[in-house]
């Protein structure tokens, strides 16, 4: 029999986003082996088949093989054998996102990890080993979280083993899901329209806490906004008047003294602009000092709002504020 170890202490941290569950478990040191990479494709089925058993048992959509997770897994399982560590960290500091990055994945999907090793266990592993190392993870709440987090489509596995310790690794990612959203809340997509009406309703209730007047929706800043998302890289949006009163109709532009934008993004936060969204954003442009000044505060007395998302997690949102003639 081998020693199974699984970190003790998982913890939980977004990256940008990544999600990471697991705490440094230190091995002996000694001159190892060549590792041996186990690339059985039973292995990987047995893994991904007892992953997806346990989201159907909670009612979570089934995770789908995919070759730049397990290129991710592999090169880490290979690195930690090699290099004899055991952690979500290479020495270097590289994280799971560069991992899957390198490998090809997406910058904006949410990724998460799970680590365990096994010291003296029989090699090569069989499937006996992979269905110890799942029990080990469905047993720790930070590993359990991630394979049953939601917003997840894709799968990664890998078993890699020195000559006396087998390294295994799963890897997730997918779009992930709405940042606040709430217990038993849907994700339910929004039209254009309700993320402008969602929007409006959620400022002006801040703006009724303040004894503030409220803002009267406007189509052309509507409009304005959808085009500064169109027309940016999603990462920078203007904060300010710049050429704001170019886009608007060229009848409608001295109907307007001023005009000012907010904006936001997120990484890893679901594949379609929700109810949840609009709280988040909205609740981060006022926790933001020189954003709640603009829509708080001046003469503003309209405003527009867009949002974009791309499916893969990227979402921006945009407001418009304006004070009319």
Known sequence: MGRLIVPLKPGLRHAAPALIAGALVLGAS???AQPVTHDDPALRERALELVNSARAENELPALEADDVLDEAALAHARDMAERDFY???????????DRFMEAGGSRWKLVAENLARCEGCPTPPGVERVEGFQSGWMDSPGHRANILARGLEGFGFAIVTDDRTTYAVQTFSGPGAPEGLQPGEEQTALAAEDVSERALSALNRARRNESLAPLESNAALDRVAAQLIAGGDGDRLIDGSGDLFDKLPEGERRDWSGLNVVAAGCGGCGATPTAADIRRFVQQWLDN?????????????????????????????????????
């Open 30 to 32: 000694g001159t190892l």
């Open 87 to 97: 952690a979500h960290e290479s020495p270097e500091g590289e994280t799971v996102r």
């Open 289 to 325: 000092p020189a954003y709640e000044g603009t829509l708080l505060g001046g003469s503003a007395d309209h405003a527009g709002f867009a949002m974009d998302a791309d499916g893969e997690g990227r979402k921006v949102a945009v407001a418009v504020v304006g004070t009319r003639r």
